[in-house]
């Protein structure tokens, strides 16, 4: 374990533990939020924060900003992201990130990472901890996304952390089946079903408000990724939602835009063009944050894409999701999704079978627990402020019998 002179004294470890929670986008912001301030109010343990990729990117907003105006200090901010999607450009932003994250935690000497999920910064910032023998806490590892890179993303987290905090058992099994001790190995739930359960959500008018649009009679909120390993072409994939979304010119459309991955600006530049010639019933935000995304989702008919919030979190809202192609393959999904393949004919009868009275019942009915209960964050948070760090850092392989 990595001894610092400001957290240690004369007989070992103080009370206070640094615990230095790294995100790179406002989604991923809104995830950790709750964990996030559980830190920063705990004696026992004191926050620090760092803020990369998109959220210093004035193309998706300087999100940073959401993080200092909640009342947060961020310690170090690392630039890393740079414009361009490409192949290269994402391999070339994370080999920045690399170099920011080393000198970020060589200043700031954090006894323990927190990192969420599978996007190429959390790769960098477990690389540079690894190095630097700095433990990891990893939060949704064990999952599955046959699509995208980000599959073997996560897995590489997992075999650099010491700490996993999964979203259901299945998923713990599996970080187990990685070589990982199950005593490391928790199920905590999804803490995307935190804030659903502690926020005060916007009501419609409210929700109109903030986004300086009117809902119709029928509503759809969008959101897609592209498939990065999928050898199709990121703009057919869209052309074809959209082209399914006009079939139903009787629904308003909220969208929100891709994060920053491989040809997720193509995604967008579609989007801009298709609200553009559709601006009386049509609206995109680059990201509406976590408040105003789960008030969309509780003021729309149906969640339309390939996120793997219609899979966690719009169930538990018991809201019926259509999710397209083969993105979140893999994950553990309830009788609320429906899987379709990207034609846009599959896509028109999935949305319909999603309207269909019985299935909206069916929404109302299904297990809406299958992440958990909300009471996430409250569980890392006892496990982050109590597991004995010095023993973390020499990991062995645990073989399944």
Same mark, same amino acid.
């Given at each position: 374990?990595?001894?610092?002179?400001?957290?240690?004294?004369?007989?070992?470890?103080?009370?206070?533990?640094?615990?230095?929670?790294?995100?790179?986008?406002?989604?991923?912001?809104?995830?950790?939020?709750?964990?996030?301030?559980?830190?920063?109010?705990?004696?026992?343990?004191? @926050?620090?924060?760092?803020?990369?990729?998109?959220?210093?990117?004035?193309?998706?907003? @300087?999100?940073?900003?959401?993080?200092?105006?909640?009342?947060?200090?961020?310690?170090?901010?690392?630039?890393?992201?740079?414009?361009?999607?490409?192949?290269?450009?994402?391999?070339?932003?994370?080999?920045?990130?690399?170099?920011?994250?080393?000198?970020?935690?060589?200043?700031?000497?954090?006894?323990?990472?927190?990192?969420?999920?599978?996007?190429?910064?959390?790769?960098?910032?477990?690389?540079?901890?690894?190095?630097?023998?700095?433990?990891?806490?990893? @939060?949704?590892?064990?999952?599955?996304?046959?699509?995208?890179?980000?599959?073997?993303?996560?897995?590489?987290?997992?075999?650099?952390?010491?700490?996993?905090?999964?979203?259901?058992?299945?998923?713990?099994?599996?970080?187990?089946?990685?070589?990982?001790?199950?005593?490391?190995?928790?199920?905590?739930?999804?803490?995307?079903?935190?804030?659903?359960?502690?926020?005060?959500?916007?009501?419609?008018?409210?929700?109109?408000?903030?986004?300086?649009?009117?809902?119709?009679?029928?509503?759809?909120?969008?959101?897609?990724?592209?498939?990065?390993?999928?050898?199709?072409?990121?703009?057919?994939?869209?052309?074809?939602?959209?082209?399914?979304?006009?079939?139903?010119?009787?629904?308003?459309?909220?969208?929100?835009?891709?994060?920053?991955?491989?040809?997720?600006?193509?995604?967008?530049?579609?989007?801009?063009?298709?609200?553009?010639?559709?601006?009386?019933?049509?609206?995109?935000?680059?990201?509406?944050?976590?408040?105003?995304?789960?008030?969309?989702?509780?003021?729309?008919?149906?969640?339309?894409?390939?996120?793997?919030?219609?899979?966690?979190?719009?169930?538990?809202?018991?809201?019926?999701?259509?999710?397209?192609?083969?993105?979140?393959?893999?994950?553990?999904?309830?009788?609320?999704?429906?899987?379709?393949?990207?034609?846009?004919?599959?896509?028109?009868?999935?949305?319909?079978?999603?309207?269909?009275?019985?299935?909206?019942?069916?929404?109302?009915?299904?297990?809406?627990?299958?992440?958990?209960?909300?009471?996430?964050?409250?569980?890392?948070?006892?496990?982050?402020?109590?597991?004995?760090?010095?023993? @973390?850092?020499?990991?062995?392989?645990?073989?399944?019998?």
């Amino acid at each position: 374990m990595r001894l610092y002179a400001h957290n240690y004294g004369l007989f070992g470890e103080s009370s206070v533990r640094t615990i230095c929670v790294v995100t790179g986008s406002r989604a991923e912001y809104g995830l950790l939020y709750p964990l996030i301030k559980l830190i920063a109010d705990d004696i026992e343990l004191q @926050l620090q924060l760092v803020a990369t990729g998109m959220h210093l990117s004035p193309e998706f907003g @300087l999100t940073y900003r959401q993080i200092e105006a909640d009342g947060f200090v961020i310690d170090a901010k690392v630039e890393m992201l740079l414009s361009s999607d490409t192949p290269v450009g994402i391999t070339k932003s994370m080999g920045l990130g690399l170099i920011g994250f080393a000198d970020a935690f060589e200043r700031l000497k954090p006894d323990l990472i927190v990192l969420l999920g599978d996007r190429f910064e959390a790769m960098a910032a477990a690389q540079a901890a690894m190095v630097a023998n700095i433990p990891i806490a990893h @939060l949704h590892g064990g999952e599955s996304t046959e699509g995208v890179i980000d599959e073997a993303i996560r897995h590489s987290i997992t075999k650099m952390s010491h700490l996993h905090f999964t979203s259901t058992e299945p998923y713990r099994q599996r970080v187990i089946q990685l070589g990982e001790q199950p005593e490391h190995v928790y199920n905590v739930g999804a803490i995307g079903l935190d804030n659903i359960r502690n926020l005060m959500l916007l009501d419609r008018s409210a929700f109109e408000q903030s986004i300086d649009f009117k809902l119709g009679r029928l509503n759809f909120l969008v959101t897609y990724h592209p498939l990065s390993l999928s050898g199709q072409d990121a703009e057919q994939q869209m052309e074809r939602l959209l082209a399914a979304l006009d079939h139903f010119e009787q629904a308003n459309i909220v969208f929100t835009k891709p994060n920053a991955d491989t040809n997720g600006r193509i995604i967008g530049q579609l989007i801009d063009k298709y609200t553009a010639a559709r601006n009386e019933r049509v609206v995109c935000h680059t990201s509406l944050g976590q408040l105003r995304y789960l008030s969309a989702i509780s003021h729309v008919d149906v969640v339309i894409g390939n996120s793997s919030s219609g899979i966690i979190e719009v169930p538990y809202m018991n809201k019926p999701t259509v999710n397209i192609g083969r993105r979140q393959d893999g994950r553990v999904k309830g009788l609320s999704i429906i899987d379709c393949d990207d034609s846009t004919g599959e896509i028109i009868r999935a949305i319909n079978k999603a309207l269909s009275p019985d299935f909206r019942q069916l929404c109302n009915q299904a297990n809406s627990s299958m992440y958990g209960d909300g009471q996430t964050a409250e569980r890392i948070i006892e496990v982050l402020r109590s597991v004995p760090l010095d023993r @973390l850092l020499i990991k062995s392989f645990y073989t399944m019998t």
